[in-house]
């Protein structure tokens, strides 16, 4: 080969050697730039969807607590014998999509009304933990998974009080 052709390859690789370096490492950089930024963007997203979660939780506590406190609720005692609860709970279910099963549960465990028929008349298995619950305030559980329904739910509990009793508030069953 002349020296012209070997010259010419010499300073060909001299300057693609430090070329290809510097590509490999832009690469390598934007590529931990582009993980890093995609993982930030996940965390904003998380926390997002926990803000939401967490407002409607707290939304469902609110209106849970306000309806076990509803007039309508003193049905409880004649076991919802004229219907107007379950009423109530179909329209709540409607407007409120995301509950899949509302009953109102007596003190002996069972479902006094709900907006599924079928659970109506049926004992809650749970009934010594709803009882025993210290605070006789709403409780939101954590997720767990329900045998009857076959689904992974949010359950929360809400007593419901007589306003029978004068200033005394008895115990007459919980939203459930």
Same mark, same amino acid.
């Given at each position: ?12 690789? #001299?300057?693609? #050697?430090?070329? #290809? ?8 950089? =934007? ?7 995609? $993982?930030?963007? !996940?965390?904003?997203?998380?926390? @997002? ?30 076991? @919802?014998? @004229? =219907? %107007?609860?379950? &009423?109530? /709970? +179909?329209? &709540?279910?409607?407007?409120? $999509? ?5 009953? /109102?549960?007596?003190? +002996? ?11 109506? =008349?049926? %004992?809650?298995? @749970? ?6 619950? $210290?605070?006789?305030?709403?409780? &939101? ?6 045998? $009857? ?13 007589? !306003?029978?009793? =004068?200033? %005394?508030?008895? /115990? ?5």
């Amino acid at each position: 080969m002349k020296i012209k052709i070997r010259l010419f390859f010499l300073f060909l690789s #001299i300057s693609l #050697i430090p070329l #290809i370096i510097m590509g490999v490492i832009s690469y390598e950089n =934007g590529k931990d730039i582009i993980k890093n930024r995609v $993982e930030i963007n !996940n965390q904003i997203i998380a926390s @997002d969807v926990i803000n939401k979660i967490n407002d409607t939780l707290v939304d469902i506590e609110r209106s849970v607590s306000a309806w076990s406190s509803m007039t309508i609720m003193q049905d409880i005692m004649i076991k @919802d014998a @004229d =219907g %107007k609860i379950a &009423v109530f /709970l +179909a329209d &709540v279910s409607k407007e409120y $999509e995301y509950f899949l099963a509302i009953s /109102l549960i007596d003190q +002996a465990g069972e479902i006094i009304s709900s907006n599924k028929v079928e659970l109506i =008349g049926k %004992k809650t298995k @749970d009934i010594e933990k709803i009882i025993n619950i $210290e605070s006789r305030k709403c409780v &939101v559980e954590d997720v767990h998974y329900d045998d $009857e329904l076959n689904l992974w739910v949010i359950s929360f509990l809400c007593p419901v009080y007589s !306003n029978f009793a =004068g200033d %005394k508030k008895d /115990l007459s069953g919980f939203f459930f």
